[in-house]
């Protein structure tokens, strides 16, 4: 098990051999990249930001919960900060187990998990030149943060 | 005593900083901090019960504070 | 779309980069390898032999399903053939869609579907020399195949 | 008529072949190819209600074949 928050491009191939153990039947690796449209306005780019620590101690306590409830220990996440550009993965989760039922449901797990609880939050670059928090406007009550 | 305060995101923009020192009397609650941070300009965009942490860890509004406590006001997520 | 039955060893990341797509947030791999351990027996190796006309059918069909009911086209699938080691890939699904939700489901979809229904078969080379093609001895009424 | 059966992974080396040709009258179905497969030396290794297709698709024991159809008989699948 392994998780980091990093500044560098993120290389989802090697999380793969990192959580490959001829024990396990299924590896699943899930990667997150920025989309050139949201909410159907065209993105130039997104920069994400954290609380680091605490960001690490989230990221941390999903994966050992995952570890626990879905019984691996080959569980590799790594999520980028900093100003990524369209198609750029921000964030990869790899996971492998004996049976790919659990590899699945893991996976799922910690990005639902991470996308609910990390505090990680992205600025994006709109091709007019125009920037927003993504999210801020759909927090309850919060429409002009 | 004194706490540290985070801001981030579209808070710290809303409010113009990232951090500040707040001093408490003994046995305030995050609650207090919350409305400390409400007087400052630009801070009606909180929204009305914003996410809480104490010490990197998600906390109630009515969390007791100790000494040198970090208390983080968290904007929506949106990792991933 | 692109399905294939292969006689060499499978490149899960060539596939990876194959259905990435700059409208694409979410990008799903899934890696099937060979086990050490079946039902409690040492594994030495894996054989895989298919009916190849009709699984190559049968999982450009699944794959055509899949793109119908999750609404993507960024899909890749390869399944290989031939004597594997421990450890080898078998079988690489990769899965592009904007949104997450989509590729898991379109991924697991592909992949409880592939089999079910595609006509290849294992012949497990255990350990102790012996070789036993797989779910032979489970088909109801065909214990003794 | 002939139809080609096709036998494979643990069907095959039950029977000791994996194809072979078979003559049928005029509107046979799939389930007088398995009749006659069943006649083979090491056929009664085959269970009650193999799976079975005609030219490269799922089909039913009652499916009436015309000449030329390949007739698979197909084992538990465990691709994956």
């Known amino acids: ?145 | 005593m004194t706490v540290t305060v985070l801001l981030f995101a579209s808070y710290a923009d809303a409010i113009g900083m990232s951090s500040l020192a707040v001093d408490l009397p003994p046995g305030a609650t995050v609650n207090d901090v919350v409305d400390h941070v409400r007087a400052l300009p630009g801070a009606h965009r909180l929204p009305p019960q914003p996410l809480l942490a104490v010490n990197e860890r998600y906390a109630r509004e009515n969390h007791v504070l100790a000494p040198n406590d970090e208390v983080a006001i968290i904007p929506p997520v949106a990792g991933g």
């Not at chain 1, 290389?11 to 920025?34: C, H, I, K, R, W």
């Not at chain 1, 039922?101 to 939050?121: F, H, M, N, T």
């Open chain 1, 1 to 145: 098990m392994r998780t980091a928050i990093v500044d560098h491009s993120l290389d989802p191939t090697a999380l793969l051999s990192e959580v490959a153990q001829v024990g396990n039947g299924a590896v699943l690796l899930f990667v997150g990249t920025v989309r050139d449209v949201n909410d159907g306005r065209p993105v130039s780019g997104m920069e994400y930001k954290a609380y680091r620590t605490m960001a690490d101690r989230e990221l941390g306590d999903i994966v050992r919960e995952a570890a626990v409830q879905f019984g691996t220990h080959d569980i590799v996440v790594e999520h980028r900060l900093g100003v990524l550009g369209l198609g750029d993965a921000s964030v990869a989760i790899a996971v492998a187990h004996p049976h790919r039922g659990c590899a699945y449901d893991a996976s799922r797990y910690i990005i639902e998990q991470l996308k609910q609880r990390v505090p990680i939050w992205k600025l994006e670059h709109y091709a007019d030149g125009t920037r927003e928090w993504v999210g801020a406007a759909h927090q309850p009550g919060g429409e002009d943060v």
